[in-house]
């Protein structure tokens, strides 16, 4: 019953020193730091379409719904503060679920030290869905956006992409001390998290700064999950398709000054690989550069949720 789970998670979510109200009442009451912006994100996630209940561990199923948050926070250059929590349980077996998504959930929260202020939760004969709603501060105009990116300057990423499906989907690292330490000690003029695809989002980004970009293909980091992906399917797509679209790696794509993108990749700061891509172009739209330096149209592709009308 509800009130159990109620019970359940007042013994159970831990206090912070940011919380001066935590669950329990209507509304949580939150401490930010002095002088800083609130930055909000929130995401949703379904049974069978995010994870698949049965096939998936729960906690790993936790985990990954607050971490996706926490990637956007990271791709504002945000510090992460407190979560709210609200899930849509199946009504069979929703009391046992909530407790293993919470192993994960709040093992995450503890590492990025979040606050878990609350939430609500529902149930209904349908699959399970959880929405997570991230806080997280910044100083004032020192948020990353989308729409800062100019001509000229170099495209950074994160890591490595492509065949998150085989599982690195579910244990993504979002990459918050990056972030911070970017946020700290580099010129980002313009950033977003890969959520849906390398290509799509990075267009996201071109048209937020009314700009283009062209990529080298032959830069663009492959992750191993991708290599695999593209043996086990063996449907044409090669590792690169996969890198360019396949989306929920959750790395950042940061665009930076062409002198900072050379201080970064040398000095390789943050722990993970760094690698430069690409450059903003004054000419709208994708473009990818063979090893040939010839430049031709690139269509964004990736991952965006089917809605007719």
Request: include cysteine; glycine fraction near 10%.
């Amino acid at each position: 019953m509800e009130n159990d789970l109620l019970r359940w998670f007042a013994a159970n979510l831990p206090s912070h020193e940011r919380l001066v109200v935590g669950a329990g009442d209507d509304a949580a009451v939150i401490r930010l730091a002095d002088g800083q912006q609130l930055v909000a994100t929130t995401d949703m996630l379904m049974d069978g379409v995010d994870f698949r209940v049965g096939e998936h561990d729960a906690a790993r199923i936790g985990h990954k719904a607050l971490a996706v948050n926490l990637s956007d926070l990271a791709a504002m250059g945000a510090r992460p503060v407190a979560a709210l929590v609200s899930l849509c349980l199946p009504q069979v077996g929703g009391e046992l679920l909530t407790k293993q998504l919470y192993q994960g959930l709040l093992a995450t929260a503890a590492k990025y030290d979040v606050a878990i202020a609350g939430g609500d939760t529902n149930s209904w004969p349908g699959p399970l869905v959880i929405s997570v709603t991230a806080l997280g501060e910044v100083a004032p105009q020192r948020a990353w956006r989308r729409s800062g990116a100019q001509a000229g300057d170099r495209i950074l990423v994160t890591g490595r992409f492509g065949g998150s499906i085989l599982g690195r989907h579910l244990d993504a690292v979002p990459r918050v001390t990056e972030a911070l330490w970017l946020a700290e000690h580099a010129d980002v003029h313009a950033a977003i998290d890969v959520s849906d695809g390398l290509s799509l989002d990075l267009s996201r980004v071109c048209e937020a700064s009314r700009c283009g970009a062209v990529l080298d293909l032959g830069s663009i980091p492959i992750s191993p999950d991708a290599e695999q992906l593209a043996r086990e399917r063996n449907d044409g797509a090669t590792p690169l398709d996969h890198a360019l679209a396949d989306g929920e790696d959750f790395e950042l794509v940061l665009v930076v000054p062409p002198s900072e993108a050379e201080r970064l990749v040398a000095l390789q700061p943050l722990g993970v690989p760094l690698t430069a891509i690409g450059t903003i172009s004054d000419q709208p739209g994708l473009w990818s550069r063979g090893s040939d330096g010839k430049e031709q149209p690139l269509a964004p592709r990736g991952w965006e949720h089917r809605i007719e009308s």
